[in-house]
């Protein structure tokens, strides 16, 4: 049962298999948000600060901290919204960047053992981002393309997985500090790709012993009611043994899914965390006893 | 790939391994409510038409059917609901009784190949149904609970099942017409009920190589937010391998973790059901493009 320790100065979260699942939230990135880049671009960093405390306050466990915006220091905004988050909030980061030079500017003001977002399994990534990892020892997320592209063939994808965490662990990294990203396709042009998350997610967890993680909503690209469709993806990647996502814990039903999918698997204890969230719902619709037939013993329907 | 046949006179449904889940309709069942035993008993059916026509609306492919009130004419009762039904939808039906004279009086009135609820591991229920079931070429539900009750134990309730279908093919009833339904537990009282459920289900697929059904809300019995839950759980529970639940297709949320569950699966080809069902949602929702890195290949994340 591998455990993937991530903590701020005071908090730790654990990413784990037999750990609730852990959500990690996906706001506080620019891409896709005009405002929040051009606010981040001007020192403005009061919606980073008030969108950390929301995701948050929504369930998530880790938050996500990207800085990539044109034509601007990504290092020193990174940097400086790491440094202010901390300030605000004991939540453990996930320090995220396509550039090395801000991963570095992050990890040198993060407190605590951060996660990397990311490693590919490119030959110059693992090169330039591994030692990263080693150094400041944290962990980091490891995705499974490489210098070939993304293959569609699952087990190309593993074996992707599997050099990322070896080449890892020729740094001296555990494998326990390596999580991993089978890469989740749009379901709406590749049908296929929801059976393809599950099938590696198995072979990460069975084979490589890693925790896993993803970009939850890719799969629903392109296709209406992207919501309820990544709520049922959610869970069953849940079920399938994934353990983590990077997502977006202000959909409610998201969280509902999550939370659900906790219950089922045994991971809330009495149910308090699903108790705590949704006792004050449908007051008047506790539900009926489960149906019991003339035979003692035939419990077999709940009227809902 | 074990496919379960189920027929009206007209339209044939398959619960199977590679098939979309099979939804079949709960609601059918005076047990619980109080003015539709009223009104059958009183020969009023109109409700029972109506919540057949409802059910099939709202995505059942097939419909449980019970006359079960106290002080009635079960048998009389059960076979003229089926009759109606069968008058105004070419919908497949699941003969459901505690009594085995309504399960015949059922059984002689349906025309097609019906789903009989149920047999149970009960060496009493197993003389008398199994029979029946042979006589009228039906399939039947087999539930995991014998004359000690209903085990805690997943394997004894697996075993219970194994003998369920070893009994039924020294009657010449094949193990694709035996629909095994593993008894789901409530999760507030009994936390491993989940993983219970997963567990042999799993055991049952690989093993005896049958199809499975469940009355899906009885997890959530005593817990807030039911619908929430039995939707996660559903979804899962495709996930896992289970083939099809018998529960009430008028909750929207679990039909959509159903039919997202299915494109997961990849039994939606196309996601042509799923974009059926909710093209019409959140038109000005479409969602960002998946998120790309400055690297090539990076495609990490969707902002939604």
Known sequence: MT?????????EVIIGFDQPFVVIGERINPTGRKLLAEEMKNGDYSRVQSD?????????????????????????ILAESIRLIQSISDVPLCI????????????????????L??????????????????KYG?????????????????????DVAKKIVERAMDFGIPASDVVVDPLVMPIGAINSAG??????VKRLRDELKVNTTCGASNLSFGLPNRNGLNSAFIAMAIGGGMTSAITNPLHSDLMQAVRGANVVMGHDL???????????????????????????????????
Not at 52 to 76: M, R, T
Not at 96 to 115: C, F, H, T
Not at 274 to 291: F, K, L, S
């Open 138 to 158: 944290c962990a980091v997320v490891a995705i499974s393309n490489d210098d070939t592209g993304i293959s569609e063939d699952v087990n190309v994808r593993f």
């Open 195 to 200: 059976q393809q998350v599950m099938h590696i």
């Open 96 to 115: 995220d960047s396509s550039i090395v030079e801000a991963l570095e500017a992050g990890l040198e003001v993060y407190e605590g053992k951060p996660l």
């Open 3 to 11: 455990n993937t320790v991530i903590s701020s100065a005071s908090k």
């Open 270 to 304: 009495e149910c308090s965390d699903w108790i705590h969230n949704y006792r004050d719902q449908d007051a008047g619709n506790v539900g009926a006893a489960p149906v019991r037939g003339r035979r003692s013993g035939r419990r077999r329907r709940t009227q809902t």
């Open 52 to 76: 950390a405390l929301a995701q948050v306050a929504a369930g998530a466990q880790i938050l996500d901290v990207n800085a990539g915006i044109p034509l601007a220091d990504e290092p020193a």
């Open 117 to 134: 977002n990311s490693v590919t399994g490119e030959e110059e990534r693992l090169e330039r981002v591994l030692p990263l990892v080693k």
